[in-house]
């Protein structure tokens, strides 16, 4: 299947608009950001953006236009009925809906359909997987409500592109945001050094945004070198993205 180039034209500015959130340097902020986009662009209009806790299990939801009484009853009892809780699924793909794990029809015979998702007004899921290193770190849900269209093939070649993006965004700001937490956490100038280097710039385009000298971005590359437990920029650039 073919995409429009209206919807190829959506991609690429999806993943202009993700890149700038990735600068946001604040997990929760570019949670927030990556579903706004989502919706603003796509047409996703309700959602959410889960991390994963120390025994993989969804936690802490960033939500878009989600009904707070239906969240906390997914999370209190629903939940381990979800054909898309990590644990539910027996294929491993980044992007999976419903209809990839059980004929949509059988779906509509399940106690999770009638006893939450038709009570909620809700008809159909999608979710974006993404992980770091080979573990699951985190899962964007997506959802339609009853009065919408279900997901269909298109928005499977959609995300799908947008995967690894969001991937990347997602894995640089964990690592910025554990090295905040850690007692050899970046200095306000590494920050800022961190930010023109996941923008490409040169050592000497880096010092002369800063106003410093070249010198003096090496020193500081050291420090991250460190701190990060890499040798190289290239190392360096490989961690903060995620890939």
């Given amino acids: ?48 953006f889960w ?26 009892y629903f939940y381990q009925f979800d054909y898309l809780q990590p644990e539910n699924l027996k294929r491993k793909s980044s992007v999976q809906s419903i209809k990839s794990v059980v004929p949509f029809a059988q779906y509509l015979t399940t106690d999770y359909y009638h006893l939450f998702m038709k009570k909620n007004r809700l008809l159909d899921q999608m979710a974006i997987y993404l992980e770091y290193q080979g573990e699951l770190i985190g899962v964007i849900g997506l959802v339609r409500n009853a009065d919408e269209e279900t997901f269909n093939p298109r928005d499977f070649i959609k995300l799908n592109f947008l995967v690894k993006q969001v ?17 050899s956490l970046l200095t306000e ?17 880096i010092a002369e945004q800063l106003y410093i000298s070249e010198n003096t971005v090496k020193k500081h590359l050291q420090n991250l070198y460190r701190k990060f437990d890499t ?13």
Avoid: C, W
Avoid at 32 to 41: A, D, H, P
Avoid at 54 to 70: G, I, R, S
Avoid at 231 to 236: D, K, M, N, V, Y
């Fill in 167 to 183: 991937e990347s965004g997602f894995n640089m700001q964990r690592l910025l945001t554990a090295n905040r937490s850690d007692p």
């Fill in 1 to 48: 299947m073919e995409l429009t180039k209206h919807e190829y034209e959506q991609i690429l500015f999806v993943v202009e608009e993700l890149a700038v959130k990735q600068m946001i340097m604040d997990l929760e902020q570019y949670r927030r950001e990556v579903l706004n986009v989502f919706s603003n662009i796509l047409g996703y209009s309700q959602s959410l």
């Fill in 231 to 243: 040798s190289s920029r290239t190392e360096l650039l490989f961690r903060l993205r995620g890939m």
């Fill in 51 to 76: 991390v994963t806790d120390e025994n993989q299990k969804l936690a802490n939801p960033v939500t878009f236009n989600v009904d707070m009484q239906a969240l906390h009853d997914y999370q209190q």
């Fill in 189 to 205: 100038r590494e920050r800022e050094i961190v930010d023109l280097l996941v923008r490409g710039l040169k050592n000497i385009e």
